[in-house]
């Protein structure tokens, strides 16, 4: 509902103001008690993408048949170091700082990058999604299994 009536006037806000009504009314909803998602079905995952995708279009002003993923990836942010440091091509995310450590750190933009952060740089610069996926499953077999 918020989605809708935030795409009725979106044509009336600045992209700074689209943006703060998307992240007030849709993220933070997507955002409370996500740690509660783990385990979620594949088609109630399928279910919120969609409600994210939505939101990315509405702020972007993009047709619902262009592709959202390379927007959403503008959104995330990369890590950039004050000065060159070794792991510069780490592919290393920024991790925001957070005011509530308890709700703060359950929140998805902050556990996200952290997430993958620590993941080993072979898999952050996998080629392809399916090289991603096969090594990201492998990783965690191994650290489920202790091989």
């Known amino acids: ?4 009536n ?5 044509s009336f806000l600045n992209h700074k103001d689209a943006e703060t009504l998307i992240h007030a009314f849709i993220t933070s909803h997507l955002d409370y008690c996500n740690s509660l998602f783990i385990g979620l079905s594949k088609k109630s ?5 969609h409600i994210q995708n939505a939101a990315a279009r509405v702020l972007t ?6 592709h959202i993923t390379p927007l959403i990836k503008d959104y995330l942010l990369f890590y950039t170091p004050a000065r060159a440091l070794r792991s510069s091509a780490a592919f290393l995310l920024d991790v925001p ?7 703060g750190e359950a929140a998805f ?3 996200a990058p952290k ?3 620590t993941l080993p740089l072979d898999i952050r610069t996998a080629a392809s999604i399916s090289i991603f996926k096969k090594k990201l499953k492998t990783y965690h077999f191994n650290l489920a299994f202790k091989l």
């Open 61 to 66: 002003n993009t047709k619902k048949s262009d």
């Open 6 to 10: 935030t795409a009725k006037i979106r």
């Open 45 to 49: 995952r399928r279910k919120l993408q």
């Open 1 to 4: 509902l918020h989605l809708r």
């Open 115 to 117: 997430l993958w952060n």
């Open 97 to 103: 700082h957070v005011l509530r450590k308890n709700t």
């Open 109 to 111: 933009c902050f556990y």
